[in-house]
C-alpha cells in the first residue's frame, strides 16, 4: 500500500505524516513534503541555498509559511 508523502508505514490516528529529504550539493534539490503535499522542492522553484523552513500550524496542519535562510552569505 501507498502511505503519505511515500513513507515506508502510515502514522497513527491523531498525528501528521512528512517527510524532509535533503538536497545534495548542486545535484539533487531538498523537498519538504506535508501530509501528501509537497510544500517546498526544486520543482515548484521555492528553495533556496541554505536551511528550507515550512512553518506548520502544528493542531491544525495548516501551512503558515515557507522560507530559507542562506547560510553561506551571512
Do not use: W
Not at 18 to 28: E, L, P
Amino acid at each position: 500500500p501507498r502511505h503519505k508523502c511515500g513513507n515506508q508505514k502510515s502514522c497513527p490516528q491523531n498525528y501528521f505524516a512528512f517527510r524532509i529529504v535533503s538536497g545534495a550539493a548542486n545535484v539533487v534539490g531538498p523537498s519538504i513534503c506535508f501530509e501528501d503535499l509537497v510544500l517546498m522542492s526544486s520543482i515548484k522553484n521555492n528553495i533556496g541555498r541554505g536551511l528550507n523552513i515550512a512553518l506548520v500550524n502544528g493542531t491544525t496542519g495548516q501551512l503558515l509559511k515557507i522560507d530559507s535562510f542562506d547560510m553561506y552569505s551571512g
